[in-house]
């Protein structure tokens, strides 16, 4: 009897032991928003300062839904956990942030808790935003007031139990977040320092460009490896890997260009990185652009010095080569040319092109179903396009040219089945 | 010519070779001429990516639903472009389209298409969709005359006496299949398609029974094109109904 105390008891102390444990770390580095804060008028340049910052965090993508009133939220964002609204970010007192202080804005991005108290979902990438600097954080909270209120209240979460309760978010964060702050690297340059805080904080690359586990996290916000994105089956390919998007071997002004204008003489920016492209990374400045690329050129791993081994593929059948090289000709050629050659500065060749030959087809299959045009930029601002053929080719059509493709004109990939196929084709949205 | 071209090289002494080769470029049909179509960076290029469903020079697809776009009124395609970007119309694969494209490149892809001169397919009959004389006649009556006592204007006010829309923002009601009329006027009923507001077209879709649609699409997918199939330069009466997509619309007679 008293041994089953004694055990009872003890189970208690552990539970809470670790509900302290939690509580702790979800409070943790957590600024005082009770202290009033001085009336302060912003300088124009902090405004313009602030616009900017939220050009470079591309916060306009998320927070606005189709049609909608810029900054006022109300976009759906589908995770494998359940639907997440994103929140009204114009100045409205009853349902923006209109009551909010410098201090619950900075809360919020360096902590990732409301101005209420709530903890937030992670789908807000504060897991990046965490590394902003309090200076930038005011910039960019000086400039949302700016913005004409909009009355629009937030959506409701849409999150399957247990998911939609707040334990589970803190035991998430318990177990992976931590807020911090960028930590200049001194043993390199300023400008490599710049890119690492622009990629690492506001730009939040690593939320798509790295893989997430069960539980939806990233591993590190310097962890650009590659991952598929939930849900929406475009892979963000790694930017560490010489056979994906690794850019060691680029020049600083091809790496900048395709910033600036989502395209380069060789190909465009598709899917996701897109729309990055067009709200974002084309208003940055060359100077903040060439740091990335700096950073990004020196990421671990990216350089293309070890070939790749020898790879073995399973056979592709006679008449899935017939159907391939057939179907080529008649949908492809056209516009990517007898040898997948391409047209400079309108087509991207097909022959030696990364998108092509990486391990994963999930933007191929994307591409060929839903087609699209590259960002209309300032750069580039009558794009070309290629033709959707998600009603015109079956699974095994899509399969069959897509497997041409990857082992045609030097290219060395394995072929992709009608399976892999049939997976992008049914969980897909464009 | 290109294929006379390259196997001009084969030799004389494997003729069946020769033979073996017409074969296949015969095999490969209309794709040959498409081939041999060189690079022009033009809007027509750029616009290759739309043909895959709107189908050649933009003169609908094969299903009905992929409507013509050739020849429409430029400011009407335009409106329709930003509205699948914006929302106001609902089309996935459209959408996705033209998402990324700004508004001045919308305006060009629609002043191109509107200046596309392509032949009408011929009107369908009768029997083809099986409409009845009554629901033909009802059809036009609506068309001609609409039908005042429930508020509905006829089609002719606004659409042109002879159909074919009016320049820039009211499009022709000919040379379009029954079954994408129907669509449309469906989910203008529904609220599914919407234009800028004031939408005239949804107000007036809400007044239209089953029926009426029916024998409004039955007529009009009956009719062919009049000799001249350009959209009308103006409306003869000011519009019975205010329009936000039409611009100069506010003298409205109300």
């Known amino acids: 009897m008293k041994k089953l105390w004694i055990a009872r008891l003890a189970v208690v102390a552990v539970l809470a032991g670790v509900a302290g444990l939690v509580w702790h770390l979800n409070v943790r580095d957590e600024p005082d928003v009770s202290a009033s804060e001085p009336a302060s008028v912003p300088t124009p340049a902090i405004l313009a300062r602030g616009e900017y910052l939220a050009r470079a965090g591309d916060c306009m993508a998320c927070h606005t839904a189709r049609g909608g009133a810029a900054f006022a939220g109300g976009l759906a964002l589908a995770t494998p956990f359940g639907t997440v609204y994103t929140s009204n970010l114009t100045p409205d007192d009853a349902t923006g942030i209109g009551t909010w202080s410098s201090a619950d804005f900075w809360r919020a991005l360096h902590n990732g808790r409301a101005k209420n108290g709530r903890l937030l979902y992670p789908a807000f990438p504060y897991t990046n935003y965490t590394k902003i600097t309090r200076e930038d954080s005011d910039a960019l909270y000086a400039w949302l007031r700016t913005l004409a209120p909009v009355r629009q209240p937030n959506r409701p979460n849409a999150l399957r139990w247990p998911y939609n309760t707040q334990v589970a978010l803190a035991v998430w964060r318990a177990l992976y977040f931590t807020p911090g702050t960028y930590t200049p690297d001194t043993a390199r340059s300023a400008q490599w320092n710049r890119g690492a805080y622009l990629v690492q904080g506001l730009g939040h690359c690593s939320a798509c460009h790295a893989a997430r586990n069960a539980l939806g996290a990233t591993s590190d916000s310097m962890d650009l490896a590659g991952g598929l994105i939930p849900l929406q089956n475009w892979y963000a390919p790694s930017l560490q890997s010489p056979q994906e998007a690794g850019v060691a071997d680029w020049s600083t002004a091809d790496i900048v260009k395709l910033f600036q204008t989502g395209a380069t003489r060789h190909g465009w920016v598709t899917g996701p990185m897109a729309e990055v492209v067009l709200r974002g990374t084309q208003y940055l400045s060359q100077q903040d652009l060439a740091s990335v690329a700096q950073y990004l050129k020196a990421l671990p791993g990216a350089h293309a010095d070890a070939a790749p081994a020898a790879r073995a593929y399973p056979p592709v059948s006679p008449m899935v080569a017939m159907a391939g090289a057939k179907l080529y000709q008649d949908r492809c050629a056209q516009c990517h040319g007898a040898t997948g050659q391409g047209v400079p500065n309108a087509y991207p060749a097909l022959a030696g092109n990364r998108v092509v030959t990486m391990d994963r087809p999930a933007n191929l299959v994307q591409m060929v179903m839903y087609g699209g045009f590259a960002p209309a930029t300032a750069g580039n601002s009558r794009p070309f396009g290629m033709p959707p053929y998600v009603l015109v080719l079956s699974d095994s059509e899509i399969a069959a040219v897509l497997t041409h493709i990857r082992m045609s004109w030097g290219n060395d990939a394995g072929p992709v089945s009608e399976f892999q196929v049939k997976r992008l084709r049914n969980t897909a949205t464009p | ?254």
């Open chain 2, 1 to 254: 010519m290109r294929f006379k071209l390259s196997f001009s090289s084969v030799p004389p002494l494997a003729p069946f070779l020769r033979r073996l080769a017409v074969l296949a470029a015969l095999a490969l049909g209309s794709t040959t001429a498409v081939l041999a179509a060189p690079f022009e960076n033009t809007i027509a290029q750029r616009m290759q990516a739309c043909m895959a469903c709107h189908g050649l020079q933009g003169r609908a697809g094969p299903d009905g639903y992929y409507p013509r776009i050739a020849g429409k009124p430029a400011g009407y395609l335009y409106h329709q472009l930003m509205s699948f970007r914006d929302g106001r119309r609902h089309y996935a694969l459209m959408t996705g389209m033209v998402d990324l494209l700004s508004d001045a490149y919308l305006m060009e892809i629609a002043q191109y298409f509107s200046s596309v001169e392509a032949p009408y397919p011929p009107p369908a009959t009768a029997a083809q969709i099986g409409a009845t004389p009554e629901v033909l006649r009802q059809g036009q009556r609506l068309v001609a005359q609409g039908d005042p006592t429930r508020g509905i204007p006829a089609c002719v006010q606004c659409h042109g006496q002879s159909l074919t829309g009016v320049a820039p923002d009211i499009p022709g009601l000919l040379g379009l299949p029954r079954d994408y009329l129907n669509a449309q006027m469906g989910s203008f009923r529904t609220g599914q398609r919407r234009a800028q507001a004031p939408d005239c077209m949804a107000t007036v879709a809400q007044r239209l029974s089953l029926a009426d649609v029916n024998a409004v699409s039955s007529w009009l997918a009956t009719r062919p094109l009049p000799a001249d199939t350009h959209p009308a330069s103006s409306v003869p009466a000011p519009l019975p109904l205010p329009c936000g997509s039409v611009s100069g619309a506010n003298e409205v007679r109300r």
